[in-house]
């Protein structure tokens, strides 16, 4: 087992993983990891275009999402797609669409494609993950599982750890005995990757171990879109949370910027480059402490809509957001 999260190529401490096989009741989660040529950006943008149209209009399909990559912890395009079970996440990769359009994706890509599918609904908030995939060799599947109690009894004492999750292979989709590992921090997640107790244990691995591939996954504002209420299982579409850090984030960049930075910083002689990083640090810090969880419960009816009216819910909270753009900038248009 590699040592190394190199990029190549979740929650309680202790708890006991998933190893029974998978059942088609329930939501299910299909992961794909893949590293884009930088010459190929435009290329791939079209490609997502194309991949997000044809898997919307899939039977079985719930919803999805492009995180893309933030190096130097996450150096992949990680797609996230959402299915109402088993058997219509096998469907849409058995599918001639699919096939499609990994032909028309394959010259983009710089190495393997990853596809990890993951059972239940389960995408609770985590800064950074890792994905671990594993092929065990024949008939050592028993020592396998022996090894990963002893490494989730360690790993769970390790600071950060938010806990993880361990899939078995399914046949005809993956060959891999998956886990995700999740940490609150890079660092924390990096303490335990690199620690004595970790190396020991791998030391251990070579028995059973045919082939191991780690990737890292960091998501984008999560941590400041923690669900609101216990029922909530995830956070929100990347996409929403976007907009709504934009919309809280802009007043504080223009009003900091006209009635402190110019004012107080740049014109007494403070080099721009140094007011720059003052004022982006307090608008993060407000951002984080109160303005973005102020607006996460306001907008909560938007973020996690629920029942019959979630998509009528999910137009109308997007038509409000832009309009609140444009009271922005006819405000500060003015006010400028």
Do not use: C
């Not at 190199?6 to 329930?26: E, K, L, M, N, W």
């Not at 976007?242 to 009003?255: A, R």
């Not at 984080?288 to 419960?297: F, S």
């Amino acid at each position: 087992m590699s040592s190394d999260p190199a990029p190549q190529r979740f929650g309680g401490g202790g708890a006991t993983p998933t190893t029974g096989p998978p059942s088609d009741a329930g939501a299910v989660t299909l992961v794909t990891q893949e590293r884009v040529g930088q010459e190929h950006a435009a290329g791939f943008e079209r490609w997502q275009q194309q991949s997000g149209e044809a898997v919307a209009a899939f039977p079985g399909y719930i919803d999805g999402e492009f995180i893309a990559p933030s190096p130097p912890v996450q150096v992949d395009w990680v797609i996230v797609q959402r299915f109402v079970s088993l058997h219509a996440a096998r469907a849409w990769l058995e599918s001639d669409q699919r096939r499609t359009l990994l032909a028309d994706l394959q010259p983009l890509l710089v190495g393997p494609i990853d596809v990890h599918l993951f059972t239940g609904d389960d995408r609770r908030v985590a800064p950074v993950s890792v994905i671990i995939a594993t092929r065990v060799k024949p008939g050592r599947q028993a020592a396998f599982l022996g090894w990963q109690r002893r490494v989730a009894a360690v790993q769970a004492k390790f600071d950060g750890f938010q806990g993880y999750k361990l899939e078995p292979p399914i046949p005809g989709v993956q060959d891999d005995w998956v886990i995700v590992l999740r940490f609150d921090s890079d660092a924390h997640l990096d303490a335990w990757l690199k620690s004595p107790e970790r190396r020991r244990l791998l030391t251990e691995a070579a028995a059973f171990d045919a082939d191991t591939r780690i990737r890292k996954v960091r998501s984008g504002f999560e941590f400041w879109f923690a669900p609101q209420d216990v029922g909530a299982q995830h956070p929100p579409p990347t996409w929403k949370q976007n907009l709504l850090v934009l919309l809280v984030l802009y007043p504080v960049v223009f009003l900091f910027g006209k009635w402190v930075q110019t004012p107080l910083l740049v014109d007494q002689g403070v080099p721009f480059w140094l007011a720059l990083f003052v004022g982006s640090a307090i608008s993060v810090g407000l951002l984080g402490w109160l303005l973005v969880p102020y607006a996460n419960r306001f907008f909560s009816w938007w973020l996690n809509p629920t029942g019959g009216n979630a998509i009528r819910l999910s137009w109308a909270g997007t038509a409000l957001i832009v309009v609140l753009y444009g009271v922005s900038l006819v405000a500060f248009w003015r006010l400028g």
